[in-house]
């Protein structure tokens, strides 16, 4: 049991920091053609 | 199966655009955000009656198609680029029927890029009571097109634009105006330039104050032709609008009566009272201060309920689920974490509701134009206020709010400002400091810590307005608007609206910032919870070996292994980290550790401090015995004197400890940019003021 709940609780840690990194630091590739509004459109 | 028609929902603002989209697509709809900007895109589908199906855009109020900001670019260019696909098949054009003659001018030009287009006519409701007479038929024949008489609060017309949507085929495009007529040399040159261009087109690509990127290849070029943006180009510009107004009087005059004997209007007594100049002010206040209360009020008891719930969630997970660490995950990290976000579910459904009233009614309009005078010394808005105080419940609904600003400039400096704005959570941060460092004494009839406490408000309100005007002067705009507030009529909210915008609102604050908190809620519990030296992993053997604690009892002595844990583990060993830097504003270790975990969220600190000091609770005026009486081993003097506590209020005023926020922040302008630059001047500027008013102080 204990090494169960261990290895949920870094899946979590991983889940969350992979989760926030994600968020933050990796830009989504974008697979529709980008419309206006979009970071290079110069409009903001 | 065809493919599926495309319908744009094109309008000045507060004509009802966002009510008829409503209407027409039901709940087949879409909110979303234009890629890369924060303009709002709705976008869903309607049932045709002949069983086909129309896709339906709703784009953002435009009063032309002389585009000067961000989302009136974003209808020019969504009108001009042919190969995108939102270019809609048909235009459907909602005016207001108390302002037609203004709602036409942008009919006009649409007409003129030879898109087919329907007139909604809306507030036709409103008609006599207004005493306003309409020939739909003149008013078809001089346009060119059809037209549709509808109420979007009383559900009629609705059937018969469906019907015209689908019959969309038989309009004719034909142009209202032919611009070459403005100057015949000039336009005569235009075109040669590019002679494949329809010459509106054209004229739209090389008019326009902002640089279109998104459009056609050729009309880039046009966009960026060596002519734009001359003395010459303002002056056509000029000459096209009295054109256009000229035109629309011709049959207008005809077509469109008012009789003003008929009319039953309060709208205008109303209107005095309500922006009054100095009435105006004491009503708004007197509303806002209901808001607020009601606010408080009403949400305190769900989100008592929701607490409770949560500990009792988290006291059920503990007793029941096998232990090791994963439950005291789920018990101290993931359900905290959850129940920190569902908590603030009811103060934000309540805030956007009373918003969503206030818009709805027409009354937000006024406050608008009321505040604008005032707050544009400061680089704001009128539309700035709303979310200024809001940002006294919380910050990140607050920064949601600023949505309604068009302007990039207001909105962005409203954004960067509004985390001074004091919020509940720096209250018991606030509150303990206050107890421990001013004396509860009364000062001219005034207790001296209450008062303390209005200064922080003050402070933090007088901090948001000065800032702005600073960022005023720095921030260069791209887009140069001109303030235009609509003063609609006033109206009972349609409650479907009301609960459209609650449930978008409340929605996207738990399901976006929500995973944020929840994300780094388990990062900081596994921080917190974990260690890699022998003083972390045999705390209980070391703790209970110490001679001073032999005479603890079995709850005081888990509590102080807790507390010397937590010293050891990678959050204490940060704050031991980041002592030095601290130092210099009275801060010791403890503190550091609270500042690191309050990042998280700012009521985070007594928490903090709760479990550091030893104390088994978080009663407050235990704390405050145990914080009171701990000594700076540093100085020998009490840890939370009035040096310390002052520079850890002025820390917390002017800090932006709150990582949703930044969240939100980053949402909200889609750039890490903005949040980092915010965080740095924010934080800087409190160790700044905080070191200065130690140093002086000491």
């Known amino acids: 049991m204990w090494s169960l709940q261990h290895i949920l609780v870094y899946l979590a840690v991983a889940a969350a920091v992979a989760y926030l990194v994600k968020k933050y630091f990796l830009k989504p590739k974008s697979k529709k053609e980008r419309t206006c509004g979009m970071d290079d459109c110069g409009c903001h | 199966m065809g493919k599926q028609l495309k319908v744009s929902l094109i309008g000045n603002p507060n004509t009802g655009k966002t009510s008829l989209f409503n209407l027409l697509t039901g709940l087949n709809q879409q909110v979303g955000n234009y890629p890369g900007i924060t303009v709002e895109k709705k976008e869903g589908t309607c049932r045709l009656p002949g069983g086909g199906k129309a896709h339906i855009l709703d784009l953002p109020g435009t009063y032309s198609l002389n585009a000067s900001s961000a989302d009136e670019q974003l209808v020019v260019e969504s009108l001009l680029r042919k190969e995108q696909p939102d270019f809609p098949d048909l235009a459907v054009v909602v005016a207001d029927v108390e302002n037609l003659k203004r709602n036409l001018i942008l009919f006009t030009q649409i007409k003129d890029l030879k898109i087919p287009a329907i007139l909604v006519i809306n507030m036709a409701d409103q008609m006599e009571r207004r005493g306003i007479s309409l020939d739909v038929e003149l008013l078809e024949k001089k346009l060119n097109t059809r037209v549709v008489l509808m109420s979007a609060r009383k559900k009629t ?89 000229l035109y629309i009087n011709r049959f207008l005059n005809n077509a469109y009566q008012v009789d003003r004997t008929k009319a039953t209007d309060w709208r205008s007594v109303l209107d005095r009272i309500l922006t009054h100049r100095i009435g105006g002010y004491a009503i708004f206040f007197l509303i806002m201060l209901l808001m607020f209360q009601a606010i408080y009020n009403w949400s305190s008891i769900p989100m008592d309920f929701i607490d409770q719930s949560f500990a009792h969630l988290s006291e059920w997970t503990n007793n029941h689920l096998p232990e090791g660490p994963f439950t005291s995950l789920l018990a101290e990290g993931i359900l905290p974490g959850i129940g920190g976000v569902v908590i603030f579910v009811p103060q934000i459904a309540f805030l956007f509701l009373f918003i969503s009233l206030l818009e709805e009614s027409g009354y937000m309009s006024r406050i608008v134009f009321l505040m604008d005078r005032l707050m544009r010394r400061f680089g704001l808005s009128g539309k700035s206020v709303v979310p200024l105080i809001s940002g006294t419940a919380c910050a990140i609904p607050a920064v949601m709010a600023t949505r309604n600003i068009e302007n990039w400039k207001e909105r962005m400096i409203t954004i960067l400002v509004t985390p001074f704005i004091t919020c509940s959570a720096r209250l018991p941060v606030y509150l303990i400091i206050i107890a421990l460092v001013i004396p509860d004494q009364t000062f001219v009839g005034f207790n001296l810590q209450g008062l303390t406490l209005m200064g922080l408000y003050v402070l933090g309100f007088g901090m948001a307005v000065l800032s702005a005007f600073v960022l005023d002067k720095i921030i260069k705009n791209k887009a140069h608007t001109t303030f235009v507030v609509e003063m609609p009529a006033y109206k009972v909210p349609m409650a479907k609206n009301v609960l459209y915008t609650v449930l978008e609102k409340t929605k996207s604050f738990v399901l976006v910032a929500g995973k944020i908190i929840l994300a780094i809620s388990i990062v900081l519990w596994f921080l917190a919870s974990n260690g890699y030296s022998d003083d972390f992993y045999q705390a209980e053997e070391i703790v209970r070996a110490q001679p001073e604690n032999t005479m603890l009892s079995e709850q005081e002595m888990q509590t102080a292994v807790a507390s010397y844990q937590l010293q050891h583990s990678y959050i204490g060993i940060i704050g031991h980290a980041i002592e030095p830097v601290i130092r210099p504003l009275g801060y010791d270790w403890k503190i550091g550790i609270a500042l690191v975990t309050s990042f998280a969220a700012r009521e985070v600190f007594v928490g903090t401090l709760a479990t550091i000091y030893s104390v088994g609770s978080e009663e407050e005026e235990t704390i405050k015995e145990r914080m009171s009486s701990d000594v700076n081993i540093r100085t020998g003097k009490k840890l939370f004197d009035f040096p310390t506590g002052i520079s850890l209020l002025l ?48």
């Open chain 2, 651 to 698: 820390f917390y005023a002017f800090a932006l400890q709150c990582m949703s926020t930044l969240a939100i922040v980053k949402k909200e302008t889609n750039s890490w940019k903005w949040p980092f630059i915010q965080l740095v001047l924010m934080s800087g500027f409190a160790y700044l003021v905080a070191l200065g008013a130690y140093q002086v102080l000491t």
């Open chain 2, 157 to 245: 017309g609705i059937d018969e634009l469906k019907k015209q949507i689908e019959d969309y085929q038989q309009l004719p495009v034909s142009p209202c105006l032919s611009v070459s007529e403005l100057d015949a040399t000039y336009f005569e040159r235009l075109q040669k330039a590019f002679p494949e261009e329809d010459l509106y087109r054209l004229w739209l690509c090389v008019s326009q104050d902002v640089a279109l990127k998104k459009i056609d290849e050729s009309l880039l070029k046009a966009n960026e032709y060596s002519e734009r943006n001359t003395p010459e180009i303002k002056r056509l510009q000029q000459k096209e609008t009295i054109a256009r107004y």
